[in-house]
């Protein structure tokens, strides 16, 4: 059920978690953005706690300013919407809590989620969008596949871990129907729509040499999905 | 069985004597683990210790002056006193005992420092990255490290924890999303 203070948004929207703008961003892939927003109806969403740590944040550190600068001035060029999410805290603070309670581990709730995740997920909620782009992992399995990361936490932590439904129940009420892509379908769908066609010859090179830094920059792909991945696309072409 | 402040000090200090780096890292590996179930401050700090103890050990440049053998011999004193107190006191106040040794590493670290990063930021960041490949989230790391969210996804990109653990739907599936959203 959208909620009145938000703004109507194309169901095309995509809600940006931080970390796929830090992957695109550190790659020098901003520029994808900029393609991409010229071919959907939708909004690339950025909820304010997302602006604050990839932009307004690092804007004032000598680390990490350029990939800050590249992001704002993509906002001021209209490519990205910062969404207030203020009234969205205690949406935010639910769903972290619900899924925050899912795994118990000697009896006790393993806390694995964030607010900065959480807020992503209640902005989609909130305004009854599906798309949402995250590159972090464990947000976007906990979605797709609660019980892979219950046997992932399991081998990880070397015990037993038990599962709360009804926690589950709680938090799926709030993420279901939501599907997730990543920095590098956004590379891809770029790739399909011609962005690496400067590069004449050798387009497909820049193909696979980008999804490698996406991948190299924090985007939870595989080695092995980037090989398919490439093959798969490189033979379409 | 869990393991305790007091047990996982005591195990630093003779790992630490003894300059097993072996040992050290296997603590280190306890204490975050430990750490990511209770989130007890006193874990994280017990981690950045053991972590900057194998760096040092490790390291013959620690070792080689009369100055720095001297420095070492304190650091080992204090810790040993350290071990006694955790017996007996609340493990907040263990927390900020064990901050105290950390900054005398930071001093032994930056007489000679070789890199920007310090051992402290090295051990956060490091932590941070476990604590990702096991399975918490990015943001709740960076949260219970105060590492860099940026150097964080860098660290762990260059890993293969994402080739340890399924990525969910095809990627077939998500092309097809991308498609419908940019046409």
């Known amino acids: 059920m959208q909620e009145k203070f ?10 940006c978690d931080s970390s796929s703008l830090i992957s695109l961003a550190e790659s020098c892939f901003v520029k994808v953005f900029y393609m991409l927003a010229d071919h959907s109806k939708g909004r690339f ?24 600068v590249r992001l704002k001035r993509a906002v001021n060029d209209g490519k990205f919407s910062v969404v207030d999410t203020g009234q969205l805290q205690h949406l935010t603070d639910e769903i972290r809590n619900a899924g925050n309670s899912v795994f118990l581990l000697r009896g006790h709730p393993l806390k694995i989620i964030q607010q900065g995740e959480c807020e992503m997920l209640a902005l989609a909620h ?25 046997e992932h936490l399991a081998a990880e932590f070397h015990t037993r871990i038990d599962l709360d439904h009804r926690a589950l129940f709680t938090f799926q009420q709030y993420t279901k129907g939501i599907a997730f892509i990543r920095s590098c379908e956004l590379v891809a769908r770029a790739y399909e729509l011609g962005y690496f066609e400067n590069y004449g010859e050798i387009k497909n090179s820049a193909f696979e040499a980008a999804m490698n830094k996406v991948k190299i920059s924090g985007c939870s792909i595989m080695s092995q999905e980037v090989d398919d991945y490439v ?5 379409k072409q | 069985m869990s393991l305790t402040p007091a047990s996982a000090i005591a195990s630093i200090l003779a790992s630490f004597n003894k300059r097993n780096v072996g040992d050290l890292r296997r603590i280190n590996d306890e204490c975050i683990e430990e750490y990511a179930i209770t989130e007890g401050q006193v874990y994280l700090e017990l981690s950045i210790l053991s972590y900057s103890f194998a760096k040092i050990v490790g390291k013959p440049r620690y070792w080689d002056s009369p100055k720095r053998m001297n420095y070492m011999k304190k650091m080992s004193s204090s810790i040993a006193e350290l071990s006694i107190e955790l017996r007996s006191i609340p493990d907040d106040i263990a927390a900020k005992k064990i901050v105290s040794i950390l900054k005398s590493v930071e001093h032994l670290d930056q007489s000679d420092q070789r890199y920007v990063r310090s051992l402290e930021a090295k051990a956060r960041l490091k932590i941070a990255s476990i604590l990702y490949a096991k399975g918490l989230s990015l943001s709740k790391a960076v949260e219970m490290t105060g590492a860099d969210k940026r150097d964080l996804m860098e660290f762990s990109g260059a890993t293969t924890m994402f080739d340890r653990a399924s990525t969910g739907r095809k990627f077939t599936e998500r092309l097809k999303d991308a498609r419908k959203i940019f046409t």
């Open chain 1, 45 to 68: 969403l950025l909820p304010s706690g997302v602006e604050y740590e990839c932009i307004s944040y690092p804007l004032q550190s000598k680390n990490h300013a350029l990939s800050a």
């Open chain 1, 6 to 15: 938000l703004p109507n948004f194309h169901p095309d929207s995509l809600v």
């Open chain 1, 231 to 235: 093959r798969y696309m490189t033979k």
């Open chain 1, 126 to 150: 909130a305004a009854g969008l599906r798309y949402c782009l995250i590159d972090e992992r464990t947000t976007r399995m906990l979605v797709e596949d609660p019980k892979g990361v219950k």
